[in-house]
Antibody, heavy 115, light 109 residues
Framework: EVQLVQSGAEVKKPGESLKISCKVS????????IGWVRQMPGKGLEWMGI????????RYSPSFQGQVTISADKSISTAYLQWISLKASDTAMYYC????????WGQGTLVTVSS | QAVVTQEPSLTVSPGGTVTLTCASS?????????PYWFQQKPGQAPRTLIY???DKHSWTPARFSGSLLGGKAALTLSGAQPEDEAEFYC?????????FGGGTKLTVL
């Protein structure tokens, strides 16, 4: 059974760093693109970027380039989304998804950034 | 960056038919945009209904279908059920990046 299990909710202060994860099971992790999607409170979906774990080829939306880092560790079948310095506007639900046909989604990780 | 536009809201009667559309600011939507359609209910992760214009997943109810219509991507719901009430999003591909539409709130009433 394919599963994407995301790390738990986070509460952070502005300026702090954060790395959330998406652990994959049930298929060969390295051979499917994994994507990240943001949903701010009460708003729509936003495509952030993708990574191909086999060679770490990464593509970003222009809106998110330089704001976040997407990475992956093949040895533990896990993809990551990372911030160096969080802002209040990063408060959102973040979803990972198996990207080619968007068939499997993680349950979402709620990130709250507040002073 | 392109802008993808959907109807903000639509209403359909139970058993009725409704078509949601997805337009691109760059011009006509084609199969090369690989249109996707997602359904999201409150408090849930999105669920993918349609990929590559008109392909369905095993869980996609037969009453949903995807197409290209008048230069837009389209999602048609034939025989609406109360449980179809949700937010629907389209996604288009642009040279390696992807852009979501703003979403359509579908009410079944």
């Amino acid at each position: 059974e394919v599963q994407l299990v995301q790390s738990g909710a986070e509460v952070k202060k502005p300026g702090e760093s954060l790395k959330i994860s998406c652990k994959v099971s049930g298929y060969r992790f390295a051979t499917y693109w994994i994507g990240w999607v943001r949903q701010m409170p009460g708003k729509g979906l936003e495509w952030m970027g993708i990574i191909y774990p086999s060679d770490s080829d990464t593509r970003y939306s222009p809106s998110f380039q330089g704001q976040v880092t997407i990475s992956a560790d093949k040895s533990i079948s896990t993809a990551y989304l990372q911030w160096i310095s969080l802002k209040a506007s990063d408060t959102a639900m973040y979803y990972c998804v198996r990207h080619e046909v968007f068939d499997y989604w993680g349950q979402g990780t709620l990130v709250t950034v507040s002073s | 960056q392109a802008v993808v536009t959907q109807e903000p809201s639509l209403t359909v009667s139970p058993g009725g038919t409704v078509t949601l559309t997805c337009a691109s600011s760059t011009g006509a939507v084609t199969s090369g945009h690989h249109p996707y359609w997602f359904q999201q209910k409150p408090g849930q992760a999105p669920r993918t209904l349609i990929y590559d214009t008109n392909d369905k997943h095993s869980w996609t109810p037969a009453r949903f279908s995807g197409s290209l219509l008048g230069g837009k991507a389209a999602l048609t719901l034939s025989g609406a059920q109360p449980e179809d009430e949700a937010e629907f999003y389209c996604l288009l591909s642009y040279n390696g990046t992807r852009i979501f539409g703003g979403g359509t709130k579908l009410t079944v009433l």
